[in-house]
């Protein structure tokens, strides 16, 4: 049952999650993305950590783009979630994704070396071990993150991400819908 599933059966331990710290370059981010990309596990996200190696947010795709875009397409403030309007832009965008063209390489290599730390995507909200499936897609889709990091004993000790509390959805979908709606279907 769904209600019975709890972060501590969802979360993936911290060690194992890529992450770079605050001060990384733009570049080096995207050059770890790219490689995570390809792992098995197919890691979305990169964990921004401090020099105290407490968990401050994470780098989505969405991040990395609009961070080497025009700064028209760059976060207005740290933190700044999912879909932003453009401050003045409100007409023609094809005119400006035009002009983003013709510089797009140069722009590109003039971002890299800025540090993540003003790309990221701020975590402000944490799980403990025995929080529910259900408190957990509240959280993130009442403040629009993709996974949230899970602390004991004031430690950050992993994260769980939507994407996992989806498949047990999922999961739980093709194990019990399915089968009697499959049935029916049949008949």
């Given at each position: ?58 780098l ?33 965008l ?5 002009i ?48 949230l ?12 991400r ?26």
């Amino acid at each position: 049952m769904l209600d019975n599933h709890t972060v501590k059966d969802l979360y993936v331990q911290i060690d194992d999650y890529p992450n770079v710290m605050t001060g990384t370059p733009i570049g080096h981010a995207i050059y770890i993305m790219h490689h995570v990309l390809e792992d098995q596990h197919k890691y979305r996200n990169i964990l921004v950590l401090d020099e105290e190696d407490q968990l401050k947010g994470y780098l989505s795709l969405r991040d990395l783009i609009r961070a080497v875009g025009p700064e028209y397409m760059q976060k207005k403030k740290l933190g700044t979630k999912g879909n932003q309007p453009l401050h003045g832009f409100e007409q023609d965008l094809s005119a400006l994704s035009l002009i983003w063209q013709e510089r797009f390489t140069n722009m590109l290599h003039e971002e890299l070396a800025k540090p993540v730390l003003d790309h990221m995507t701020l975590i402000e909200d944490s799980v403990s071990l025995d929080d529910s499936l259900a408190k957990c897609i509240h959280i993130m889709l009442d403040r629009d993150v993709l996974m949230l990091p899970v602390v004991e004993n004031n430690e950050v000790i992993g994260v769980v991400r939507l994407v996992d509390c989806f498949e047990c959805i999922a999961v739980h979908v093709e194990q019990v819908w399915l089968p009697k709606n499959k049935k029916a279907d049949d008949e």
